[in-house]
């Protein structure tokens, strides 16, 4: 479990606002949403609502000015599902305030076990993750099946995170390797992660040491509402259900949404099967293309074909 005080970290409780206006100065591009959101850049063409676990719908002409203000193609955000907006993604979300380890079923917990035995989980600044953390983003990068993973992309994304101060990030070592790290952006009361790790050290289990001291430490020592685990992947030949099935074994409730992408009214014109036909076929050429997959999926998505990984049902019994 992390604590504050063995690994030197302070809670800095930063609001929306606060948030909102951090990405700004880090150049991302910015626009207030309603009830407690807003609206950045994602990626080169998409606006995306934050928090994303944020399920209102938007108000009347609200997706409308995002699109015409910000001059990008498409904007998405998640509602639950219903029968006017059916599944068509998997949110991961943990709430639970009594996580424990023997919540978890046997061959987590031993994992778990072997990690924390192992492992030395630290808090660590961004100067330290670049020295560091190439190998980790490389390799998972790689494993996601993307051409992304190079140590110059690593710096660039790197030094995009480390102007954002709710951002930071919690490290797994083995001896003197830095062999996994998550990212966590911290607001108001929840938390987003996200996951790197070394391929030659996945024996030790440094993902799952990594997810389980993060969520005990906000939703148990710290009481956060919410800690998020993010979205199902919209790109095209993702490890949909690897992931599915390593989110829920740690602890996280899958709970089925519905992601709306609306295309901006001059881009509307081009959302039909045959640009969808077009990217994929372009995307044969180029499967590690981070922004042909999104592209890819994102058509799929507003033209209902999409898939979705099956839930399995967890154990809960102690060992």
């Known amino acids: 479990m992390i604590g504050e ?4 970290y302070k809670k800095q409780n930063f609001s929306i606002t606060e948030y909102a206006a951090d990405l700004a100065k880090s150049g991302i591009q910015v ?28 108000l009347s002409g609200e997706v409308r000015q995002v699109l015409w203000q910000s001059r990008a193609a498409i904007a998405s955000y998640v509602l639950k599902a219903d029968e006017s907006h059916p599944t068509n993604a998997w949110l991961y979300i943990c709430t639970d305030y009594a996580y424990a380890l023997d919540k978890l079923d046997p061959p987590v917990r031993r994992n778990i076990r072997r990690g924390l ?34 140590p110059e992309q690593f710096r660039l994304w790197l030094t ?19 062999v996994a790290f998550l990212t966590i952006t911290e607001v108001d009361d929840w938390a987003e992660l996200g996951c790197y790790s070394v391929d030659a050290q996945l024996l030790y289990r440094p993902n799952d040491t990594l997810i389980y ?13 919410i800690v998020s685990y993010g979205l199902s992947s919209i790109q095209t030949n993702s490890n949909a259900e690897g992931l599915h099935r390593f989110k829920t074994k740690l602890g996280f409730e899958a709970l089925p949404v519905h992601r709306a992408f609306v295309p901006h009214p001059l881009f509307g014109p081009f959302v039909n099967r045959l640009t969808l036909c077009c990217v994929s076929t ?10 042909l997959r999104k592209a890819n999926g994102m058509l799929a998505y507003m033209l209902g074909e999409t898939y979705i990984p099956e839930i399995e049902e967890r154990s809960t019994n102690s060992e």
């Open 5 to 8: 005080h063995t690994l030197g």
């Open 31 to 58: 626009l207030p949403g309603k009830s407690g959101t807003l609206w950045t850049r994602y990626e080169s063409g998409a606006m995306l609502r934050r928090p994303t676990f944020h399920f209102e719908p938007p």
């Open 117 to 150: 035995k192992e492992l030395r989980i630290a808090i660590i600044t961004s100067e330290q993750l670049l020295a560091h953390g190439t190998l980790a983003f490389c390799d998972t990068r790689r494993r996601n099946g993307l051409s992304d993973g190079t």
């Open 160 to 178: 995009a995170l480390a102007r954002i101060p709710e951002v930071i990030f919690l490290s797994a070592w083995k001896d003197d390797e830095l």
């Open 213 to 225: 001291s993060a969520l005990s430490h906000y939703l148990v020592e710290r009481r956060f509402r």
């Open 282 to 291: 372009v995307l044969q050429f180029k499967p590690g293309n981070r922004r």
